[in-house]
């Protein structure tokens, strides 16, 4: 029996428990194209992981179908599923050579060696690691070793290349190097990557899509710039990038807005992404890049009054906190060219300015 479904990865419906009754993949469906590159986020124990080793053959779902190019993968064997893989910790193979290391796949494939030698040149190529061909992992560094798994990953032209938080062990510059170079790489093989990480900043940074996951199930999958600017619940917007936070209840429903009052009795308008209905409790959620701030008090329309607490500097901008009168705190992303407001002293009166349009209200 063949696939009908034109999605190139497909899960179906799957589950996977270990106990039998806590459902740690809960009737996921999942497709993914061919030639893109997704990236499974979440926090610690949402499933994404246990999605990978089951895709990879490592773990066999409870539950539903697995299918990659047509070939449902339930019962097939890691090393038959035409998949490489690379790992946290490298997996290399200590007592072997660079060229060793990548030599296994191929000789367990029982490649010619005259084969062996050129997919081996090529891969090495790939990931500009040529002229270490006859080192031990042990003289290489830690980026090093992340690209001879690359290639090792690479080296026999797999259908799919999957990849559990590879870079987690670099240090943050070299990680984030090594993300562009992992993003150029995808582009010019035109390879299917399925990426699992924690680092919102590392999805956001090289995915085609992402899909975020919480207690098994996935919360939302989109491209990059979707999740980020239109979550679709609480959780996605509060798991992916910086958010600020204002609870209240809906006073007003207006045409796909409401009016929520917060803590301080001050009432804002935002968009009613859940649809509540006057008298229910709200949380709205705004980006700190999307809060203007003002010295000063100062009456308008989705203006709140505040205090600050200090400022934060990053190099390329400064973070301002704020405590705003009903105590809930706030954060401004700010342009070095608006750096006067963020040397106020602490405890400075500041009005922030929430556009509507920007503003985004979820049930709690």
């Given at each position: 029996m063949e696939s009908q479904n034109p999605a190139f990865v497909d899960f179906r419906r799957v589950s996977k428990t270990y106990d039998g009754q806590t459902l740690v993949v809960d009737q996921l469906d999942l497709q993914i194209r061919r030639g893109e590159f997704l990236t499974l986020l979440g926090p610690s124990g949402s499933g994404k992981t246990t999605c990978l080793m089951m895709l990879a053959g490592f773990e066999y779902p409870t539950d539903g179908e697995i299918w990659l190019d047509g070939q449902m993968l339930n019962r097939?064997?890691?090393?038959?599923?035409?998949?490489?893989?690379?790992?946290?910790?490298?997996?290399?193979?200590?007592?072997?050579?660079?060229?060793?290391?990548?030599?296994?796949p191929l000789k367990v494939r029982r490649m010619q060696p005259a084969e062996r030698t050129k997919r081996i040149d090529r891969a090495l190529a790939m990931v500009n690691m040529s002229t270490f061909a006859k080192r031990m992992p042990a003289q290489l560094s830690g980026g090093q070793q992340q690209r001879v798994a690359l290639a090792r990953a690479l080296v026999f032209n797999p259908k799919?290349?999957?990849?559990?938080?590879?870079?987690?062990?670099?240090?943050?510059?070299?990680?984030?190097?090594?993300?562009?170079?992992?993003?150029?790489?995808?582009?010019?093989?035109?390879?299917?990557?399925v990426y699992v990480t924690h680092d919102q900043s590392e999805a956001l940074?090289?995915?085609?899509?992402?899909a975020v996951f919480d207690k098994g199930v996935i919360q939302q999958l989109d491209r990059v710039d979707a999740?980020?600017?239109?979550?679709?619940?609480?959780?996605?917007?509060?798991?992916?990038?910086?958010?600020?936070?204002?609870?209240?209840t809906v006073t007003e429903v207006e045409h796909g807005y409401c009016t929520l009052q917060v803590a301080d009795g001050s009432a804002i308008r935002a968009r009613n992404i859940d649809g509540l209905r006057t008298g229910a409790a709200g949380t709205a959620i705004i980006r700190p890049e999307r809060v203007s701030i003002s010295a000063g008090t100062s009456v308008g329309a989705n203006a709140l009054q505040g205090t600050t607490l200090g400022a934060i500097y990053f190099g390329d901008h400064v973070r301002l906190r704020c405590r705003m009168a009903g105590g809930s705190e706030c954060v401004v992303k700010l342009p070095l060219e608006q750096d006067s407001v963020s040397r106020l002293p602490s405890g400075s009166p500041v009005t922030l300015n929430l556009n509507a349009d920007h503003l985004q209200v979820f049930g709690q």
């Open positions: 097939i064997p890691p090393h038959k599923r035409d998949i490489g893989m690379v790992f946290q910790n490298y997996a290399l193979f200590p007592h072997l050579s660079v060229e060793q290391n990548l030599e296994y799919l290349v999957l990849m559990d938080e590879p870079l987690g062990a670099l240090d943050k510059q070299l990680r984030e190097h090594m993300q562009v170079e992992l993003k150029s790489l995808h582009e010019s093989l035109g390879l299917t990557f940074t090289m995915s085609d899509r992402v999740l980020y600017e239109t979550p679709r619940n609480l959780f996605v917007a509060g798991f992916v990038g910086d958010s600020n936070q204002l609870r209240g």
